[in-house]
């Protein structure tokens, strides 16, 4: 089985910083994009920014300059380093990964259970 787990929420002010983590593990044979996603209260579930396997990224309008993504491949972990956090943020974050667990014939979309980013004073 494929658990994906994010940490590192939490409350912080306006200006401030976060850095989210995302573990995968379980029999995992490749993982290909993943993605960081958030969900306001209230809102549809949207992206925030993606890499590929091979780093290239991609970012939301609303966030270029002032989040980025990274992953480190031999850890099987994303981050999400949020600088300059404004109130508009907050949501609950959400990792996903483009995964092919071990003897599967193609990859899937797993994702980790969420972490609250809370951005005020």
């Known amino acids: 089985q494929v658990q994906l787990v994010e940490s590192g929420g939490g409350l912080v002010q306006p200006g401030g910083s976060l850095r989210l983590s995302c573990v995968v593990s379980?029999?995992?044979?490749?993982?290909?994009?993943m993605a960081w996603y958030c969900q306001a209260p209230g809102k549809q579930r949207e992206l925030v920014a993606r890499v590929t396997a091979g780093g290239t990224t991609y970012y939301t309008d609303s966030v270029k300059g002032r989040f980025t993504v990274s992953r480190d491949n031999a850890e099987k972990t994303i981050y999400l380093q949020m600088n300059y956090l404004k109130p508009e943020d907050t949501a609950v974050y959400y990792c996903n990964g483009d995964i092919r667990t071990w003897g599967a014939a193609m990859t899937r979309v797993y994702w980790g259970q969420g972490t609250q980013v809370t951005v005020s004073s």
């Open positions: 379980g029999s995992i044979d490749s993982i290909g994009d």
